[in-house]
């Protein structure tokens, strides 16, 4: 039975086989074709992926540098990669993994869950809390494809992609917490969240959120400063009027508006994960 090929490629490129990770990989070149025929799964021509490492050489030169490259690929994962003589692809019938896919399956799974029952359930959010979990860090986060304009493109597109994905996924999971009345989760939630995106506001907001309902009044108050330094140092803006609101709900201690707050948290408009966007 063929073994397992597995790629990791949050926080940095990490390939296993049959459990144990695989080294003496030729050059960066096999690595990043390895992750590009495993995230994109059709059949490439030749000359299309010669332009995309290689696009400041000549087609012939590029050409030829494929050639090495995929006679390595052949030699190292032969299995797992289908090469004729005018295309490349990843060799679907053996067993394959690649975290990237397997993130994207799971939100995309939640999503289509959420459609069906008209709101997230405690499928759905298992579904996003997998994926959120795979999220280790950017996207082949540290690595490049040494003078591949084309691949370094694609790769910076898919991490803010990605990361984007992840933080709408974490804000429906934080939204669903605060409803069902799991402050601790929603607390490790938001951490992540912010983490992530420390100059969300929506994060520090629902932070805040969970942490006065979870009776950590002193807490709440101080992600509010946090949120405000955040802000000026970073962006040069104060909070918004809302977060500004809350933080003087929970300072006066009139809790009963975030028990108001548990049906509307779920609904809030979404900022964009970036500023600009």
Known sequence: MTKQLEIYTFGGLRILFDGKPITGITSRKVEALLVYLFVNRRSHPREVLADFLWDDFSQTKATNNLRVVLSNLRKQFGDYVTISRKTASLNEDNPHWIDAIELEERLSAA??????TGGLTAKGASLIQKAVDLYAGEFLEGFSGRGSRGFDEWVTFNRERLKILVLEGLGKLAG????????PAGIQTTNIWLQIDPLMETAHRQKMHFLASNGQIGAALEQFKTCVQVLNEELGVQPSEETIALFEFIRDGELSYLDSQSDSITDEEREPPFKGL
């Open 176 to 183: 669903w917490q605060f409803k069902q009345g799991e402050y």
């Open 111 to 116: 999503q289509e869950l959420e459609s069906q």
